[in-house]
């Protein structure tokens, strides 16, 4: 099979890359040529920016590729122009979407009060707003105000001439995470904290990760299988509580210390989180399973162990602003375990 992938050379693309070529196939991987990434040994690459897919047509058709898998639609309009380029070309495209598409996405950041039924499914309810970044003053990897997979959803799943697949991931980690998910627990733990304290409501809270190998594999089963034509996935890990997976976090890197969950009223009486913990946000993923025969190729301690690994020898030069907002500051930390002890 001949498989073009656009913008394959950041974080999940260069692990989605890998696989398609180990499977046997055809890859070609069209990206700006601004990230550095170590791909197979036959591997094609074309250069070009997103903004100007349409103008390159004529090299895509000389290609001609029979599906075509977008990691970078984060916009409307980015969909209507992978949709323009390749009708008439490729048989199918295969769209990066995210688990935000979700209400539930809207209940956690406060913007709706009902909770939803978890775990979510394919058919779960989506957003009522759209833009969820829009009113941000900083987004995360730099996503434009007009970011919105929802849309990208209708968009491609909306051409009765090109049909497409779309798989929701969740929240990715992995060597190369630009957003270094588990470094603010990773620091604490090398700098040998006796506990970390979570928020009683935080501690057990559910989230939706994925680990980037097993993420990659799932996204070249919808690419390679015909059966994910016109349909919506899931891919997640297991799922476990916010305090669970700290414990695992915790023994992969050889900490001593132990999590602690903390009722409300030990933590200081302006401090607050800022999301809804009430509203969970994981997913079930029996559909891929079932209909692709997915599942992980890494196991959590080894994936643990690797993402560890790669953290410790590749450390932020400042703390993620994305992540660890549920954290104490040490002072206050240490002032809650005088108080405990």
């Known amino acids: 099979?001949?498989?073009?992938?656009?913008?394959?050379?950041?974080?999940?693309?260069?692990?989605?890359?890998?696989?398609?070529?180990?499977?046997?196939?055809?890859?070609?991987?069209?990206?700006?040529?601004?990230?550095?990434?170590?791909?197979?040994?036959?591997?094609?690459?074309?250069k070009g920016d997103r903004a100007q897919i349409?103008?390159?047509?004529?090299?895509?058709e000389q290609l001609s590729p029979d599906v075509v898998l977008d990691m970078i639609l984060y916009t409307e309009q980015d969909a209507l122009t992978t949709m323009k380029a390749f009708k008439g070309i490729a048989q199918r495209i295969v769209a990066i979407s995210s688990m935000d598409v979700y209400r539930a996405y809207n209940v956690l950041l406060?913007?709706?009060?009902?909770?939803?039924?978890?775990?979510?499914?394919?058919?779960?309810?989506?957003?009522?707003?759209?833009?969820?970044?829009?009113?941000m003053p900083q987004r995360a990897l730099n996503a434009p105000a007009d970011y919105d997979k929802i849309l990208v959803e209708?968009?491609?799943?909306?051409?009765?001439?090109?049909?497409?697949?779309?798989?929701r991931l969740p929240m990715?980690?992995?060597?190369?995470?630009?957003?270094?998910?588990?470094?603010?627990?990773?620091k604490r733990m090398d700098e040998n904290r006796p506990a970390i304290l979570l928020?009683?409501?935080?501690?057990?809270w559910r989230g939706c990760y994925g680990y980037v190998e097993n993420v990659a594999l799932a996204i070249a089963l919808t690419v390679t299988n015909p059966q994910a034509t016109k349909r919506i996935y899931h891919v997640a890990d297991l799922q476990v509580s916010e305090a669970e997976r700290l414990n695992q976090i915790g023994k992969a890197a050889g900490?001593?210390?132990?999590?602690?969950?903390?009722?409300q009223h030990y933590l200081p009486a302006d401090w607050n989180l800022p999301f809804n913990t009430e509203q969970h946000w994981f997913a079930d993923t029996t559909r891929i399973r079932q209909e692709l025969g997915?599942?992980?190729?890494?196991?959590?301690?080894e994936a643990l162990k690797q993402t560890i690994d790669w953290e410790r020898s590749n450390p932020p030069q400042e703390m993620p602003q994305w992540t660890g907002l549920e954290l104490l500051d040490y002072a206050t930390e240490d002032e809650i375990l005088t108080r405990l002890s």
Do not use: C
């Not at 974080?11 to 890998?18: A, K, L, S, T």
């Open 54 to 60: 349409i103008e390159g047509k004529t090299q895509f």
């Open 1 to 46: 099979m001949k498989i073009l992938v656009i913008g394959g050379t950041n974080f999940i693309g260069p692990e989605v890359v890998r696989r398609l070529h180990a499977m046997g196939h055809e890859v070609t991987v069209f990206h700006r040529g601004k990230t550095l990434a170590e791909l197979p040994l036959g591997v094609k690459e074309i």
């Open 199 to 204: 928020p009683e409501k935080f501690a057990q």
């Open 110 to 135: 406060g913007k709706e009060s009902d909770i939803i039924p978890i775990p979510l499914t394919e058919d779960s309810p989506l957003r009522q707003q759209f833009y969820p970044f829009k009113d």
């Open 255 to 263: 900490w001593q210390g132990k999590v602690i969950s903390i009722p």
């Open 154 to 167: 209708r968009v491609v799943m909306g051409d009765a001439d090109l049909p497409a697949t779309i798989i």
């Open 294 to 301: 997915y599942s992980e190729v890494v196991s959590p301690e």
């Open 172 to 186: 990715v980690y992995g060597a190369k995470d630009p957003l270094h998910r588990l470094f603010p627990y990773l």
